[in-house]
């Protein structure tokens, strides 16, 4: 059973413009090997964002289910972004898709499709009555399993004050909440984004779980560290496959780590498609995965491999 627990859609207008230059900006110079700054090479970025737009644009779910249907995953998890705070004025723009729609948008489709695709509520929990939106959309049916929160994108720390409450609306709804965790390309700051201030909230709610995305990214070591003293901390590994293509190691020693620290019913396959399917197609990630070739000797037991592709999802999110 594989369960994809950290998915985005991106129909056309779903973000900021700027965010998706920005990724282009970043994905541009990150895998560049020219000596001049790779970060002026505006051709290149342009091509990537074009690229980017291309690749993501998915209107109705139509690409996410047919990827679905060819790595064969039994579920996706969807998170809305709301990463419309981090350019002021933009949610007003022609065509933009608001974060009440976006996140309607995703229940839409969660309802068409009970049997395969889930959602999480996505918004910063700052906005003006962001807490009866939360509220109202867990109402619905079918009811959303958790709370996805983007700090670095807005600019706020996971353990404001101003997030408490959501924190308690989740107790109350039973269901986890979600940090993103980790670096970001420009404008957003990653200091928002550390584990530590999660350890908090962990530690503040000791009866609610907590999910660390990307397992913290290059910030690895940080989030099993805090994973590894509160019980009520799980990460996901999403968006690894850069990592990956890079270094096969640089993804099996994480996860042997975690799995070591945590053990293997708090550690989550994730895919962060679109954004990471263009490095990796996921059915080829998980093949990979189920492979799990490491060349310096990172080993896993069958078992550890079925709970991690899906098992540990499928139980905190009582799918
Ligand atoms: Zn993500």
Redesign the pocket.
Known sequence: MVIDC?V?LCPPGSDPDEYFWATAKFAATSTSTETAPARNNREKIQEMHDAIISLMSDANGKKLLRAMRQASIERSIL?P?DIWPMVPGSEARPGALGIKEKNLLYHELAKEHPDTISMMVGIDPRRDGALDFFNHVMGMDPSPVGLKLHPAAAGFYPDEPACYPFYKACMDWGVPVLF?AGGDPAPFKAKYAHPLYIDTVAADFPDLDVVI??CGGNLWRDAIEVAAFKPNVYVDF??WQMAFKANQDYFWEPLRRAIDAIGPWRVMFGT?SP?SSAIIPTNAWIEQIRQRRSPRGFSFNDREIEIFLGEAAKHLFQL
């Open positions: 950290h985005h998170l972004l993103h995305a990307h999403s968006n962060d954004f």
